[in-house]
């Protein structure tokens, strides 16, 4: 079965930090471009961070940026979000997907999630005191 396994959620208070894990079962990762996503009770979805099939040059939306690190260990078959400084306004259900572009790399609109092959099943972040 072709699927992303999330693990690391949970619940932290204002200022701690937390590490997601995003590990692909069924398929590798090298080729793929892997971005974070959450969803806030009665919002929308948003995308957070996108790193490509390298690791080069990742991305992060305005919120989470200097805050939020993603990386990749292909030999792990994985993608993380180390999450620092987190406060009540990332508390979400976080969502990693894979997406393949012919030329490995975050498209622009990324952010959307539109395009994306594999989805993980998302996993809870409480941020409070």
């Known amino acids: 079965q072709l699927q992303l396994v999330q693990s690391g959620g949970g619940l932290v208070q204002p200022g701690g930090s937390l590490r997601l894990s995003c590990t692909a079962s069924g398929f590798t990762l090298d080729l793929y471009a892997i971005a974070w996503f959450r969803q806030a009770p009665g919002k929308e979805r948003e995308g957070i961070s996108c790193?490509?099939?390298?690791?080069?040059?990742?991305v992060y939306a305005d919120p989470v940026k200097g805050r939020f690190t993603i990386s990749r260990d292909d030999a792990k078959n994985t993608v993380y979000l180390q999450m620092n400084s987190l406060n009540p306004d990332d508390t979400a259900v976080y969502y990693c997907?894979?997406?393949?572009?012919?030329?490995?790399?975050?498209?622009?609109?990324?952010?959307?999630?539109?395009?994306?092959?594999?989805w993980g099943k998302g996993t809870q972040i409480t941020v409070s005191s």
């Open positions: 790193i490509d099939n390298r690791g080069d040059s990742p």
């Open positions: 997907a894979a997406g393949w572009w012919v030329d490995f790399t975050c498209p622009s609109n990324w952010p959307t999630g539109g395009g994306m092959n594999y």
